[in-house]
């Protein structure tokens, strides 16, 4: 069993920086693959970036490719989303995801555990 929280939400104007943060519960958190999902309003729930359990492999959605960064501290049990140059429509509740699975969660059926989300409000 694996519990998520996520921290680091907010309000930020467009062009600006947030780091989100992910704790994870569970001393078998670094045999976890973890990902984020983000969820705007009105709109299905989707992918933004995965990491290894290692750290070694990373996969983005092509709309955050070069812009977000994801990381993980697995002594820390905790992983980051480095967010930069942020978008109005970048705007969404932003979830943490864990996979027991060899492969990166990249879609919502590969995610085992969820956190409870997020809010990030991009303002133009």
């Known amino acids: 069993q694996v519990q998520l929280v996520e921290s680091g939400g907010g309000l930020v104007q467009a062009g600006g920086s947030l780091r989100l943060s992910c704790a994870a519960s569970?001393?078998?958190?670094?045999?976890?693959?973890m990902g984020w999902f983000r969820q705007a309003p009105g709109k299905e729930r989707e992918f933004v970036a995965a990491m290894s359990w290692s750290g070694g492999n990373t996969y983005y959605a092509d709309s955050v490719k070069g812009r977000f960064t994801v990381s993980r501290d697995n002594a820390k049990n905790t992983v980051y989303l480095q967010m930069n140059s942020l978008k109005p429509e970048d705007t969404a509740v932003y979830f943490c995801?864990?996979?027991?699975?060899?492969?990166?969660?990249?879609?919502?059926?590969?995610?085992?555990?969820w956190g409870q989300g997020t809010q990030v409000t991009v303002s133009s």
């Open positions: 995801a864990a996979s027991s699975r060899p492969a990166l969660p990249t879609m919502i059926h590969d995610v085992e555990y």
């Open positions: 569970g001393r078998t958190f670094s045999s976890y693959a």
